[in-house]
């Protein structure tokens, strides 16, 4: 038996060590457990992923990347720098070629490949035993943001890099990899605005072979590596349609981001508004990786990686100053908290029965998950796990062009790559889900008070000629649920249309009689009295 002399007794409630197969077992079912997060149908409505395919289009078919707000009629000139392009024509490529499914199979994939990536890095650095408690507890944080969306390719590249940039300096790997990480920048600046990770875990490397040279001169041709490899990448970040613009532009979005987003709000912003489902979970993945921490300094004292505990700050306050790096957080968490935990039995002489039992507890642990908060699992399993489209999501598009309705479109936040999808070039949307794309006055000024005020309303309705309103049920905004309640007893305009996702309403005129008398709604269909009884 595996770590026991033949004929040895083992210790009383020892577990054995885990053959080749069980730990197939084992790493079979957590892909499982996290395949079952990914495995979502698409909500369309709400979902940026319309307006990915509609760039990877007009990029094909016109071979230039647009650099202005060509999608919106209020701003169409507006400067707005496409940092995720690529992923649109990858995007489009795969839909085109195996339609929505086909979509939700890549997400999948590239998903499963990440953790793979990240776990086995996890196991080489820990124990296998190590790697897969740490994974049955970061599991359900990584499950947060499953929906198809241009970071994936930032978490896989991330995990790539990580993987190559650990190896290399534990004498694992050879210098030949890093040749590649340069032509992997140019690809990542090109598809995500994440890209600039490549570049600090480079140098959370570089700082860590600094800091061995200063204990060890022959750590030197390590340190000159790393340099020149940041180097490397910081040209590479210029491989991009806008150049050194496009290079610094993370460190700028920001700048023009006149909507307050739900995604990029700390977890201390939220949590005094309402209970956000996905916290308990990033918050026992953070615990665990902080536990690490603390048993290294314990053990270990002064022994420990900078790059390591600066990874791990990183990531830390990331999740915590915006929850939308959830996931992001959880994936980094796995090698880095299994790599600390890894240490610490290794210093301690933990005995390898007792390592035996991590298995299971990691089985227990992904048991006490689900129990945790059982609505964060049924939201997502109940009735939304398959491939493809959310069954019905496209039947409100279909309605308003089967039916020949016109703009000028007023649409809410939510749905506006959903539109852009299915209606662009004949309709340009009121506004889509790109802050940086609009003046940070048009939300300010024009986008939240005209839905807080009916005086406010009426000007820009009259400024813009609105002709439909397009609005998705799922606003969460205070000012977006009132508004559409107030324009549903609005006795200038009929709701025509409405379903789980969206409802169309039209403005009362010769041009929209027609369609009005053939469809209008009862208003008790919106818990308020019929415009005939008023």
Known sequence: MPGHARGAKLPAFAVPRPTFFFQAAALLALLVFYGMFLCQKIDFATADLGRHLMNGSIILKSWTVPETNLYSY???AFHAIDHHWGTGVIFFLIQRAFGFKGLSVFAIVMGLLTFLVLFDLARRVSSFEAAAFCAAVVIPCLGDRAEIRPEMFSYLLGAIFLWVLWRYRDNAVSERPLYALPFLEILWVNLHIYFFLGPWICGAFLIDAGWDYVRDRRSARRLKAMALLLSALAAATLFNPMGFQGAVYPAFIFNNFGYRLLENQSVWFIARLFKYPPTPYFEAAFALLAASWLAVWYFLRRRFSPAQLLLSVFFSAAAWFAVRNFTMFAYFALPLAAAN????????RTPAWLKSWLLPAAALVAVAMLRLDPAYFIQRWRGNFGLGLAPGVEDSANFFLKNGLAG???NNYDNGGYLIYNLYPQERVFVDNRPEAYPASFFRDVYVPMQQSDAKWRQMEKRYGFNAIFFDWHDLTPWGQSFIIRRVRDPHWAAVYAD??????????ARNAAL???????????????????
Request: positive net charge; without cysteine; aromatic residues 12%.
């Open 408 to 410: 000028p479109v007023m």
């Open 341 to 348: 935990w890894g240490a610490v039995m290794k210093v301690t």
């Open 500 to 509: 789980r996702y969206d409802v169309i309403l039209l403005k009362r005129n």
């Open 74 to 76: 209020t701003y169409p």
């Open 516 to 534: 009005i008398a053939r469809y209008e709604l009862p208003r008790d269909a919106f818990g308020v009295s019929h415009p005939a009884g008023r």
